[in-house]
């Protein structure tokens, strides 16, 4: 049985992975709130991934998702640097803590995976993005260095989506006026789901994936292209 750590699994894709993989894999849950499925029954650690403490340890991993994100948009002139640091120390420096923790737990697997969250407005420029945009450029980045680093033990992928339903967007999509905006930004006409995300993660994480490393992979409704 495949052992997954899944960090950020409370809410949105990571939920939605959790939920696709319960069945049949030994599941690690590591964010601020317990996820709230009914039936599940793997191991969960509350953690602020911002916070200082040290990471739980774990013996061994066959994959690690790190789904923790934000959405901080607002004109260039108006980001302060604390924006800028926030949006670092979650999108990017979060990820380098975690992996760098896990590392030894994922080289005692036989065929280990990795997989990060970017976002479409790296590969799109797009206005009031530019905080979050770099931190997840930073992201495919770190992606394309380790995917060659770790090769050939470890693949090492992101997904970079577009606007999806989750908590974290509801300030874009709490009105229908709004709704409508973003469905017509992107050539498929609608809002991409937590499960049309999660089900590429859990593809991406299987060893059916195992000739993928070092790519990120747009599932974005058309908008990237």
Request: hydrophobic share 45%; net charge neutral; glycine share 6%.
């Given at each position: ?40 029954s793997?191991k969960h ?66 065929a ?13 420029g797009?206005?009031?993005?530019s ?20 090769a ?7 997904i970079?989506p577009s ?5 974290l ?7 229908e ?12 006409k609608k809002?991409?789901?937590?499960r ?5 993660a ?8 195992g000739?993928i490393?070092?790519?990120t ?7 990237s292209?």
């Amino acid at each position: 049985m495949q052992k997954v750590l899944i960090v950020g699994a409370s809410s949105g894709i990571g939920a939605s992975l959790l939920d696709i993989l319960r069945e049949d894999t030994e599941i690690f849950s590591l964010s601020r709130n317990v996820p709230s499925l009914e039936f599940f029954s793997g191991k969960h650690f509350t953690h602020d991934i911002m916070s200082d403490e040290p990471l739980p340890v774990i013996e061994k991993l066959d994959a690690l998702v790190y789904c923790p994100g934000s959405i901080t948009l607002k004109p260039f002139h108006r980001f302060k640097m604390d924006d800028f640091r926030t949006d670092w120390e979650l999108n990017f420096a979060g990820a380098v803590k975690v992996l760098q923790a896990y590392y030894p737990a994922l080289k005692k697997s036989a065929a280990p995976s990795v997989l990060l969250f970017s976002t479409v407005a790296v590969a799109k420029g797009m206005p009031f993005h530019s905080s979050i945009a770099a931190s997840k450029a930073a992201v495919e980045g770190l992606v394309k260095s380790l995917a060659a680093e770790w090769a050939p033990l470890i693949r090492v992928n992101a997904i970079a989506p577009s606007l999806t339903n989750t908590r974290l967007a509801e300030g874009l999509l709490n009105t229908e006026a709004k709704i409508q905006s973003s469905k017509e930004r992107n050539p498929l006409k609608k809002i991409g789901e937590p499960r049309d995300i999660a089900s590429m993660a859990a593809y991406l994480i299987s060893n059916e994936a195992g000739w993928i490393t070092g790519q990120t992979i747009h599932i974005d409704g058309g908008m990237s292209s």
